[in-house]
């Protein structure tokens, strides 16, 4: 558990830099160059991956049982966090569908966290999910502060549909590795 919890405060300072401590990025860009990315990319790829070796060797402690119907509803949420995750300023169309979110990506994550918690009661499982919930809600307040970060969209409602059927087959890509990982997203 200590190597996840590890994970998710690295994860969550090394997002954190842009937003919250600008001038410690700045500094570290005109130092290094073109390599501070790359070395800020590895420190988040670490992360990830003390995430989920953390997740996967932590103890088994069920909290509570989910009940099977919120699988659906799991299901559901996923769909529209991939839409929402995968709206960018270059998809036309998703801003007439999506509304004028300010940074569809952390929504789009705020929703997949929110969709695990609902179907996972283990304690591993609520520290992931519910550590990486509380740092998009933390990412979307420091992005407040820096204009640069808040991506604002006005696309017209040409190619929605594409993006939509693009969409559903990352959502059956992404149910057939949790299958083939022995997580069965949609079953019933």
């Not at 410690?24 to 290094?32: D, E, I, N, T």
């Not at 509570?64 to 659906?72: F, G, M, N, Q």
């Not at 808040?150 to 590795?177: C, E």
Request: hydrophobic residues 60%.
């Amino acid at each position: 558990m200590l190597l996840l919890i590890t994970g998710l405060i690295i994860w969550t300072l090394a997002h954190l830099l842009r937003s919250c401590v600008p001038d410690f990025r700045q500094a570290l860009q005109s130092k290094l160059g073109v390599a501070a990315k790359g070395l800020i990319g590895l420190v988040i790829l670490t992360s990830l991956l003390m995430m989920i070796f953390g997740y996967r060797s932590a103890d088994f402690v069920q909290l509570w049982t989910p009940p099977i119907w919120l699988r659906s509803v799991n299901n559901l949420l996923m769909f529209v966090a991939l839409y929402a995750y995968f709206t960018t300023a270059t998809v036309p169309g998703t801003a007439v569908v999506l509304g004028n979110l300010k940074n569809p990506q952390l929504t789009g994550f705020k929703i997949w966290a929110i969709a695990h918690l609902l179907v996972n009661g283990d304690l591993a499982s609520i520290v992931l999910f519910g550590g990486l919930l509380l740092w998009a809600v933390i990412q979307v307040v420091a992005s407040k502060r820096v204009e640069s970060l808040v991506d604002r969209h006005t696309a017209p409602i040409k190619s929605a549909w594409i993006h939509l059927a693009l969409v559903a087959v990352i959502f059956v890509v992404v149910a057939a590795v949790h299958h083939w990982l022995g997580r069965y997203p949609l079953a019933i």
